[in-house]
Structures are given as structure tokens and as C-alpha cells.
């Protein structure tokens, strides 16, 4: 099986910067992206950016030029940094891995935890 697990979430003041760490882990074939998404109380689930095996990088609108994703080991590893955060950008953040595991091989979405992000004075 794969594992997903997110870490670098805390509690930061306004205008602050973090970055977020992804690692998949576990019997795999391969990975085809990586992907963050967040979820604040009461609201869905938002897409935040992604990276695929290529390097091709997207991101939500509402992150565009404060966020970059970026990512080593053939995007086993992914990082978020996140500059010049704001309140509404506290939520949790979740880790997406879209992996072939070593015996099915059938791409599939694998999911951390989360990790919190409070952007708080």
C-alpha cells in the first residue's frame, strides 16, 4: 500500500510564510502528481496546486503567486511554500498522491491526514 503523510502546519501571523511537506511512501510503481487541497470549517474541500511527474505545476486561483509547489525524488516528495498568508487561508491542509501501487499498478488516489494551518495575529 501507499502512504501519504503531510507535516509543517502551525500557527503563523498574517503576511507569514510555511511550507507544507508531502512524502508518499510505501510499494510503489509510480507516481503521476501530487496535489494539495484544504478544507476550512464549513466550506468544501479546495483545490490549492498541484505538480505532476513531468514538473508541470497548477495552482487555485486564490494562491496564485503566494503559493509555489514544488518537489524531488520523481514528486515522491512534495513541498508547499506558502508566503504572505492571510486568515482565509486557514484550513487544513490535504495531501493528494495519484500512485500506481507495486501490485495493482491501477492509478489510484492515496490521501494523508491533513496538517492545520491557523494564519492568526
Known amino acids: 500500500q501507499v502512504q501519504v503523510v503531510e507535516s509543517g502546519g502551525g500557527l503563523v501571523q498574517p503576511g507569514g510564510s510555511l511550507r507544507l511537506s508531502c512524502a508518499a511512501s510505501g510499494s510503489i510503481f509510480g507516481i503521476s502528481a501530487m496535489l494539495w487541497y484544504r478544507q476550512a470549517p464549513g466550506k468544501q474541500r479546495e483545490f490549492v496546486a498541484g505538480i505532476t511527474s513531468g514538473g508541470t505545476t497548477n495552482y487555485g486561483d486564490s494562491v496564485k503567486g503566494r503559493f509555489t509547489i514544488s518537489s524531488i525524488n520523481a514528486v515522491n516528495t512534495t513541498y508547499l511554500q506558502m508566503n504572505n498568508l492571510k486568515p482565509e487561508d486557514t484550513a487544513a491542509y490535504y495531501c493528494?498522491?495519484?500512485?500506481?501501487?507495486?501490485?495493482?499498478?491501477?492509478?489510484?488516489?492515496?490521501w494523508g491526514q491533513g496538517t492545520q494551518v491557523t494564519v492568526s495575529s
Open positions: 493528494n498522491s495519484k500512485a500506481r501501487p507495486g501490485e495493482s499498478r491501477r492509478l489510484t488516489d492515496f
